[in-house]
């Protein structure tokens, strides 16, 4: 039966592989795409959307009135939200009103203001080992005997709030530290946590009602467009590796289980987990996005399909057909490789790059 869907955000890469997936595996559905912004990519993308429009930002007035309008007008079944700003309103519009202006799928608004803000994930998981040693610094109070004396150099600095690594940078002195504040002075906050040298790995997980259900990993080898960053972490990874290691999901999920305790609430929803290794191996938590991540296309395209799952939980209203596989295993030892105007490529393994080159 066919369905219309909504996907909000649609000039964000994640919201536009969502929708790419969603066309893949239901060529009939009606997908309705909205963004904040005139010139947003997935607008324009041959085939990607039925229809498009130009939305208000989700803090004003006018935002929710129009999200209704749209939802009655067009008859919307279901929502994907994803920019993490419209997430946290989305939950506030719950609170307030007992129900979404349509079903969704996504967790109660107290855990995703508390992920949403890294500065206020980190005051949660301080003193545990989930998380580096990490203080949050702001332009009026930027703390540099404790950046010095707590945290000490190296150090890695990066924005609150926003995305694909908005103001990060390894400082190795109080002197590029106090630069970068300066360059970066549009800024108002930034944590700053203890320098972390292993791998990045990441970590896609669906939960239900409290219930750990699926969870995937993956490592961030090689970023596009690295040499653009001064930090060379540009939020798009070029090259990555999908990893079939159980402990990276029974970490994250302790984690989840030590914030739904210190909360007191369920997790429901996606959640996704960008993690860093210590010197000595050890996993500590760098950011987790209430939301599906930019690699949930690519996974979708190796087995892992949440877009999917999420589609069935949103359609059934409950989580009764999703597989649960919460330390999922990949087939075979899949890599991918990602640019900024192509698809991307999934190799069947890494194999490949030690074949000698042919002229």
């Not at 995937?216 to 970023?223: K, N, R, T």
Request: aromatic fraction near 12%.
């Amino acid at each position: 039966m066919m369905k219309t869907i909504l996907v909000t955000g649609i000039g964000g890469l994640t919201p536009r592989s969502l929708a790419g997936i969603i066309r893949e595996n239901h060529p009939d559905y009606k997908i309705i795409g909205c963004d904040i912004e005139k010139k947003a990519v997935g607008f324009f993308m041959e085939g990607l959307l039925d229809e498009y429009f130009i939305c208000p930002r989700c803090n004003t007035l006018e935002y929710f009135p129009w999200i209704e309008k749209l939802v009655k007008e067009k008859n919307i079944d279901y929502a994907f939200v994803q920019p993490e700003s419209e997430i946290v309103e989305w939950g506030d519009y719950y609170e307030k009103n007992g129900r979404f202006p349509c079903p969704v799928f996504m967790g109660c608004k107290a855990l995703s203001v508390s992920l949403k803000d890294k500065a206020i994930m980190a005051e949660l998981l301080e003193g545990t080992e989930f998380i580096p040693k990490t203080i949050k610094v702001t332009q009026d109070n930027p703390r540099y005997e404790d950046v010095e004396k707590v945290i000490g150099f190296p150090c890695w600095i990066r924005a609150t709030n926003g995305t694909g690594g908005l103001g990060s940078l390894r400082l190795d002195d109080i002197c590029s530290y106090k630069s970068w504040l300066f360059i970066n002075s549009k800024i108002p906050e930034f944590t700053v946590s203890e320098f972390l040298a292993g791998r990045h790995l990441a970590n896609e997980m669906l939960y239900y009602n409290g219930e750990y259900i699926k969870g995937a990993a993956l490592e961030c080898v090689e970023y596009v467009m690295a040499n653009t960053a001064p930090s060379h972490v540009t939020g798009n990874t070029h090259f990555g590796r999908f990893l079939n290691e159980d402990q990276i999901n029974k970490f994250c999920d302790d984690c989840v289980k030590y914030l739904e305790k210190k909360l007191g609430v369920s997790a429901h929803g996606i959640l996704s987990f960008d993690l860093k290794e210590d010197k000595n191996g050890n996993m500590k938590v760098t950011e987790v996005n209430i939301r599906h991540m930019a690699y949930t296309g690519v996974m979708a395209h190796v087995g892992f399909n949440l877009i999917e799952d999420t589609i069935k939980i949103m359609e059934d209203g409950n989580c009764d057909r999703v597989e649960k596989a919460p330390y999922y295993h990949y087939e075979k030892p899949y890599v991918f490789l990602r640019d900024v105007d192509v698809e991307p490529i999934i190799l069947e393994s890494e194999q490949v790059f030690n074949h000698p080159f042919q002229i």
